[in-house]
C-alpha cells in the first residue's frame, strides 16, 4: 500500500509539473519575464522551484 501511495503521489507531482509548465507556455514573453524565465527554460525554471530541496540538511 505504502508503495502505491509513494507512486500516486509522484503522479500527482508530475501532473502537477506539467500543468505549470503549460501554463507558463501560454503566457507572452514580457510575462514570462516578470516571472522571472524565458520561453526556453520553462522546464528548468519549474524543476528548480517545485521539486524538493535533497542538499538541506547537509554540511558544507
Given at each position: 500500500m505504502i508503495m502505491f501511495r509513494s507512486?500516486?503521489?509522484?503522479?500527482?507531482?508530475?501532473?502537477?509539473?506539467?500543468?505549470?509548465?503549460?501554463?507558463?507556455?501560454?503566457?507572452?514573453?514580457?510575462r514570462l519575464a516578470d516571472v522571472g524565465t524565458f520561453r526556453d527554460s520553462i522546464e528548468l525554471f519549474v524543476?528548480?522551484?517545485l521539486r524538493p530541496d535533497t542538499s538541506k540538511g547537509q554540511s558544507a
Amino acid at each position: 500500500m505504502i508503495m502505491f501511495r509513494s507512486w500516486i503521489n509522484r503522479y500527482r507531482q508530475w501532473r502537477f509539473e506539467r500543468h505549470t509548465i503549460n501554463t507558463l507556455r501560454s503566457l507572452d514573453d514580457h510575462r514570462l519575464a516578470d516571472v522571472g524565465t524565458f520561453r526556453d527554460s520553462i522546464e528548468l525554471f519549474v524543476a528548480e522551484r517545485l521539486r524538493p530541496d535533497t542538499s538541506k540538511g547537509q554540511s558544507a
